[in-house]
């Protein structure tokens, strides 16, 4: 600012565009712009009249006086009073301007300098202060936000089933343990002769039974008629037959053989088949259920976008803040859009995974009652006890059955040794286990299906719920569309899954994605399975 002829004129100072993050304000803010408006150096000074002239005067050999000289209407070119009033105007108007105006100003005419050529997303109409280089950032960063939104809105969910998962599994292997226990410690009890061969029989069987609760490619029906198979060996030694020594391993593989012909068990074999099969396949289905809920997740979190949705979402997220709108956040309708476009496959699983729950939901109320695995688990010391009971007293008519098969037992001189087994501690934990385990297990599968029922619409409500709680402008507020700043979107909303996408003005959807249609089809699989378990 300096004073010219009783005039003050103001210049602005073009200062150096301020730094601005490849990911916006929210990552870095830019610093505060300096002062608009600086002095000019002063100009050099008039030259000195000589004494008599009078200001204003047109000077000799001037071209005002050859203008006067020649007849001319000897008008001033300078503008004199006119010139004056401008100056005067002009400083009062930019006073009148506000801070927030002129720093707008600024950066409308000296920031954006950049006319946007090389841009292949964020381009438009008025200046930018983007680069080409900074696109490609803000498209990176555009696609890890939406990302990291999706894990952030499935986290309550996933470590919900994971949690549930991990809690029914460890259930599951401390009930095994202890029903393990039960039947050796019967055996200790009641026939201390034959606990230690009785027991390792009772340790295989129930690690196959945990083998198939956890997955194993096993059969119920063949691991009970192998445990009852290698069972009567050591019946038929100590019960049916007693000697002073053990029968040799050839004849023990004779009647491990005979053993579904002679039948010295009875129907007890036939019904623990069943009640194996009842209780058991529920509980698997169920843990493998909730096993491929984590991975349908993990696979949803991780989604890959399509080079269509990520121009999308840089246009969306981050092309304002090259127009210096970083505060800006997009309508509603244009959002949806966007991420509607972008997670339509994801849409595509709303409906398995609505049918996941209601199957699980409906699983779980069955798993409960006579074939409840607490129950036949807990009780199966019962059944092998009635088991020996029915050969101890049908001894005879067995022996005669043994002789015609396998022929007069042949022993061996060594004795069988006595139980080992501690009774004590495995009883205390048994009895604890028994006392709580069935209130706590069958509550825990309530209490997870009540909280898991309220994610049944998660996957079909996905881009509301990103848009309305995250991303989107609220209603009434100016926000981008995709090109300016405006009152509202003008565009239709679309709505959610792939067919809905074919009007879709943001993104282009071109096809299923073949990762989801991967994960529906282990849904169905799932489901399938859970509907033979009920019916």
Known sequence: ??????????????????????????????????????????????????????????RPGSPRS??????????????????????????????????????????????????????????????????????????????????????????????????NAAAFQETFETLIRLAENYTSTLFCNAYRNMAAEATTRVQEFFTDVGLFIFGTD????????????????????????????????????????????????????????????????????????????????????????????SRALLRMQYCPHCQGLTLSKPCMGYCLNVIRGCLANMAEVDLHWRGYIQSLEELSSAMSGTYDIEHVLLNFHSLVNDALLQAHING????????????????????????????????????????????????????????????????????DQLCGNELAAADGLPCWNGEDFVRSYTHRVVGSGIKAQSANPEVKVKGTDPVISQIIDKLKHVIQEMMIVLF
């Open 396 to 463: 005879p008519e067995l022996s005669e059955q043994v002789n015609k098969v396998c022929g007069p037992p042949v022993r061996k001189p060594t004795q069988s040794p006595g139980c080992s087994f501690d009774q004590n501690k495995d009883n205390q934990g048994l009895e604890m286990f028994s006392r709580d385990s069935e209130e706590t297990l069958s509550s825990r599968r309530k209490e997870f299906i009540s909280h898991l029922r309220l994610y049944r619409a998660f996957y079909g409500g996905l881009a």
């Open 218 to 309: 096993i059969s119920t029906e063949e691991f009970v008629n192998r445990f009852f198979d290698t069972l009567f060996p050591v019946v038929y030694n100590h019960v049916i037959n007693p000697g002073l020594t053990d029968i040799s391993l050839e004849y023990a593989e004779c009647l491990r053989m005979a053993r579904r012909d002679i039948r010295p068990f009875g129907n007890v074999p036939k019904k623990a088949i069943g009640q194996m099969g009842r209780s058991l396949l529920p509980s698997r289905t169920f843990l493998q259920a909730l096993n491929l809920g984590i991975e349908v997740i993990n696979t949803t979190d991780h989604l890959h976008f399509s080079k269509d949705c």
């Open 1 to 58: 600012m300096r004073a010219e002829r009783g005039l003050w004129i103001f210049t602005l100072r073009r200062e150096p565009p301020p730094f601005i993050h490849p990911h916006g304000p929210r990552a870095r803010p830019p610093p505060p712009p300096g002062p608009a408006f600086a002095p000019l150096p002063s100009p050099p000074r008039p030259p000195i009249r000589p004494a008599g002239e009078r200001r204003g005067s047109p």
């Open 66 to 163: 050859a203008a006067q000289g020649a007849g001319g209407r000897g008008r001033r070119e300078d503008g004199g009073g006119g010139r004056r009033w401008l100056y005067r105007h002009v400083q009062q108007e930019i006073m009148k301007l506000s801070l927030d105006v002129a720093v707008a100003y600024l950066r409308r005419k000296l920031l954006f300098t950049e006319n946007g050529v090389d841009l292949q997303v964020c381009t438009s109409k008025n200046p930018t202060c983007c680069t080409k280089k900074m696109e490609e950032l803000y498209q990176t960063a555009a696609k890890q936000d939406i990302q990291q939104l999706l894990q952030t809105s499935s986290a309550t969910l996933k470590f919900l089933i994971s949690r």
